[in-house]
């Protein structure tokens, strides 16, 4: 029986950060953000990444989207190791992984058309001629729930969640297999991060895309992902089902996140 190669492989990731000198003799302190990860996920599935604020979510994130360098060890995206690509050669493997943003304003320039925002990608990855791009900007959006009307408005003209929906059209434009999704849904209200869950599942089950889902939020996560992984100060803690994950934790520190959750609803998938 064959194994399918995992989309995503992480080995013994490692991020250090140097902080300013206490004083101008003094050797740059250092700070360990993640310390040896190792985790590998599947094509169409959903991976949550759960811990506190500084437990290394948000840095694993950039290292995932080749936003910045590690200190040591390999991530492979594809068949092919990110942070050992050359410039073009990275630019094209972008094309596959795409992000959204925590918050659904802040990622999106005010200036520019919904149409000019989701079609950017395409742009930077000089993928589609303008036209191609108008076409494929209205198809994403017309996907998210929006109209292709949209694609002229600006982003003040949308209500939070509509906004999240421009973002994750934006994601999706260049027909990524990886998006990894950074607190999506935690500036939203209760109803609309509903809404916004409800359609990130969808496009799952309607094109096969893979998520790399961060949170803080253990009933989120415990929604929409297959698998989890518990950060603690940038060590994996704990891994695997939800619903066993959840129901009989091992590590301490995964007790204590679940002691903090007023109360977790069953699974609905």
């Known amino acids: 029986m064959s194994v399918t190669a995992a989309l995503l492989s992480v080995h013994d990731l490692v ?21 040896g990860l ?12 759960v811990g506190e604020s ?7 994130a950039r290292l995932v989207m080749a936003l910045e360098q590690p200190t040591s060890g390999h991530i492979v995206f594809d068949g092919e190791d990110l942070h050992t690509l050359e410039a073009a050669a990275l630019r094209r493997a972008r094309a596959g992984l795409q992000m959204i943003f925590q918050d659904p304003y802040g990622s999106l320039d005010p200036r520019r058309t919904v149409g000019q925002t989701v079609a950017e990608p395409l ?28 694609a002229s408005k600006y982003p ?18 260049t027909g990524p297999k ?5 607190e999506p849904v935690s500036a939203l209200d209760v109803s609309v991060q509903a809404q916004v869950l409800n359609l990130m599942q969808d496009l799952q089950d309607r094109i096969g895309v893979t998520y790399l889902f961060i949170s803080h939020d253990l009933a989120v996560v415990d929604l929409v992902c297959d698998e989890v992984i518990v950060l603690w100060q940038g060590r994996i803690v704990e891994q695997g089902h939800p ?8 590590h301490p520190y995964t007790r204590r996140l679940l002691a903090a959750v007023p109360a977790m609803k069953p699974r609905m998938r």
């Open 15 to 35: 991020k250090t950060y140097r902080l300013p000198r206490e004083h101008l003799f003094a050797a740059a302190p250092e700070v360990r953000a993640l310390e």
């Open 38 to 49: 190792s985790f590998s996920l599947q094509a169409g599935r959903s991976l949550g990444v």
């Open 156 to 173: 003040h003209e949308f209500s939070g969640g509509q906004r999240q929906r421009i973002a994750i059209a934006r994601a999706l434009i």
């Open 54 to 60: 500084g437990s290394g979510k948000s840095t694993l």
């Open 178 to 182: 990886l998006i990894v999704a950074d």
């Open 243 to 250: 619903d066993r994950l959840f129901s009989a934790p091992e």
């Open 123 to 150: 742009a930077l990855l000089r993928q589609a001629s303008p036209a191609e791009q108008r076409e494929r900007a209205a198809e994403v959006l017309d996907a998210v729930g929006l109209r292709a009307g949209d």
